[in-house]
Each structure stands twice: as structure tokens, then as C-alpha cells.
């Protein structure tokens, strides 16, 4: 079946430090992915997605590249600030079914 | 609306009692998504309608799990004779269909129901 495995947290860096946060997909045809973010005390939002292979989705200083080749969308940022402390959840959404599949998401922890 | 609204933001209930759970989507979105976030879990599907027909049921727990929706909008949660491992915080989601532009989900704030 389709699933999404994300790396497990709490991952904790210190400000101005480099950040990945690995995401691996299983699915059937070809999928859109997604990173949601869940700051402290809110809902979820959309951070950044692509929808096909090679694409690069970015926002607010963090990218992640659809990687058919590896099933791979990891989420990179240069320069993590004390805001970016937050829950990461990575997402697919298969076109035959309209569901979204969430991983297990990681939690983030900026030091200043 | 301008965006996905949730009803009641918390719930306190009693082991037992019945509670539902009320969802506003964005005007014209045809998907609408129920998950729950457990403490310290991810998020878990339950159902998925496209427009009043719920073509994935199958994230649903037990059969004291019910949702409904009407007109194409409104979505309600309905969770019968309540269990304390029911308490989490259960999000509603909605998205246009694929093809029609953004595919995103949009979320609700989400209801934070406790059952003591």
C-alpha cells in the first residue's frame, strides 16, 4: 500500500544550523508530495510541494526536490531559525484516490 | 468561508456520552478529510468524502465512528458511547479535486476532544 516514512524526531540544532529532515514514499502511479508544518498551538499548513518528478517545491528558506529515482522528498533549509521549532509532516496524495498520507512527523527544536 | 472551520474548538465529555464534531470547508472544495492527531502521533486518516459519498471509510476505528455529509459542505463526526482512548484532537481538511489547480489540503484548526 502507500505509505510515508519520515526520519523520527525530536531533531535539536542550534540557530544558523543546516537542516535535513529525510522523507521516503511507497506508492502506486505518480503521487504528489507535500511538507505540512504544525507550529506550537496551531494547526497544520502547508509549507512547501511538487508534483511531479524533479520538481523543487521551496518556502520561507526551505526546499525539498521530488526524487522519483530514490522515492525520496527530503527537507532542507540552509539556516534554521528559533521560529522554524516545529512539527514536520511529510505527505502524499495519490491521484487515483484523492487521500493524503501523512508520515508520523518529526519534531524540530531550535536552540539560540 | 475563507477558510476551513472546526466546531467546538475543545470538548470535555464523559466516558459514555456521545459527541459530534462539527466541519465548515472552504466554499467549493469537493474533499473533505477527517484525521485525528493523537498526543505525541501523527495523524491518522478516517474518512474521506468526495462531495456527499465517502469513497474511503476505512481509517474509521470501530463502528461507535459515524460521519456524514450534506449539501456537498457541512461534514459532522459523530462518535457514539465515547472511550477515553478517543480523546485527541481530530482535524477536518478540505481540497479541490486534482487538475482544477492547487491540490493542497487545507486544515482546520482542529477539535481537541477529551474524554474523562
Same mark, same amino acid.
Given at each position: 500500500?502507500?505509505?510515508?516514512?519520515?526520519?523520527? =524526531?525530536?531533531?535539536?540544532?542550534?540557530?544558523?544550523?543546516?537542516?535535513?529532515?529525510?522523507?521516503?514514499?511507497?506508492?502506486?502511479?505518480?503521487?504528489?508530495?507535500?511538507?505540512?508544518?504544525?507550529?506550537?498551538?496551531?494547526?497544520?499548513?502547508?509549507?512547501?510541494?511538487?508534483?511531479?518528478?524533479?520538481?523543487?517545491?521551496?518556502?520561507?528558506?526551505?526546499?525539498?526536490?521530488?526524487?522519483?529515482?530514490?522515492?525520496?522528498?527530503?527537507?532542507?533549509?540552509?539556516? $534554521?531559525? $528559533?521560529?522554524?521549532?516545529? $512539527?514536520?509532516?511529510?505527505?502524499?496524495?495519490?491521484? =487515483?484516490?484523492?487521500?493524503?498520507?501523512?508520515?508520523?512527523?518529526?519534531?524540530?527544536? $531550535?536552540?539560540? | 468561508?475563507?477558510?476551513?472551520? +472546526? %466546531?467546538?474548538?475543545?470538548?470535555?465529555?464523559?466516558?459514555?456520552?456521545?459527541?459530534?464534531?462539527? &466541519?465548515?470547508?472552504?466554499?467549493?472544495?469537493?474533499?473533505?478529510?477527517?484525521?485525528?492527531?493523537?498526543?505525541?502521533?501523527? !495523524?491518522? @486518516? !478516517?474518512?474521506?468524502? +468526495?462531495?456527499?459519498?465517502?469513497?474511503?471509510? %476505512?481509517?474509521?476505528?470501530?463502528?461507535?465512528?459515524? *460521519?456524514?455529509?450534506?449539501?456537498? %459542505?457541512?461534514?459532522?463526526?459523530?462518535?457514539?458511547?465515547?472511550? +477515553?482512548?478517543?480523546?485527541?484532537?481530530? !482535524? &477536518? *481538511?478540505?481540497? %479541490?479535486?486534482?487538475?482544477?489547480?492547487?491540490?493542497?489540503?487545507? @486544515?482546520?484548526?482542529?477539535?481537541?476532544?477529551?474524554?474523562?
Amino acid at each position: 500500500g502507500n505509505s510515508v516514512t519520515q526520519m523520527e =524526531g525530536p531533531v535539536t540544532l542550534s540557530e544558523e544550523a543546516f537542516l535535513t529532515i529525510n522523507c521516503t514514499y511507497t506508492a502506486t502511479g505518480y503521487p504528489s508530495l507535500f511538507w505540512y508544518v504544525q507550529y506550537p498551538g496551531e494547526g497544520l499548513q502547508l509549507l512547501l510541494k511538487a508534483t511531479k518528478a524533479d520538481d523543487k517545491g521551496s518556502n520561507k528558506g526551505f526546499e525539498a526536490t521530488y526524487r522519483k529515482e530514490t522515492t525520496s522528498f527530503h527537507l532542507e533549509k540552509g539556516s $534554521v531559525q $528559533v521560529s522554524d521549532s516545529a $512539527v514536520y509532516f511529510c505527505a502524499l496524495r495519490t491521484s =487515483g484516490t484523492y487521500k493524503y498520507i501523512f508520515g508520523t512527523g518529526t519534531r524540530l527544536k $531550535v536552540l539560540a | 468561508g475563507a477558510g476551513v472551520s +472546526q %466546531s467546538p474548538s475543545n470538548k470535555v465529555t464523559e466516558k459514555g456520552k456521545d459527541v459530534e464534531l462539527r &466541519c465548515d470547508p472552504i466554499s467549493g472544495h469537493t474533499a473533505l478529510y477527517w484525521y485525528r492527531q493523537s498526543l505525541g502521533q501523527g !495523524l491518522e @486518516f !478516517l474518512i474521506y468524502f +468526495q462531495g456527499n459519498s465517502a469513497p474511503d471509510k %476505512s481509517g474509521l476505528p470501530s463502528d461507535r465512528f459515524s *460521519a456524514e455529509r450534506t449539501g456537498g %459542505s457541512v461534514s459532522t463526526l459523530t462518535i457514539q458511547r465515547t472511550q +477515553q482512548e478517543d480523546s485527541a484532537v481530530y !482535524l &477536518c *481538511a478540505s481540497s %479541490s479535486i486534482p487538475g482544477t489547480g492547487n491540490t493542497e489540503a487545507f @486544515f482546520g484548526q482542529g477539535t481537541r476532544l477529551t474524554v474523562v
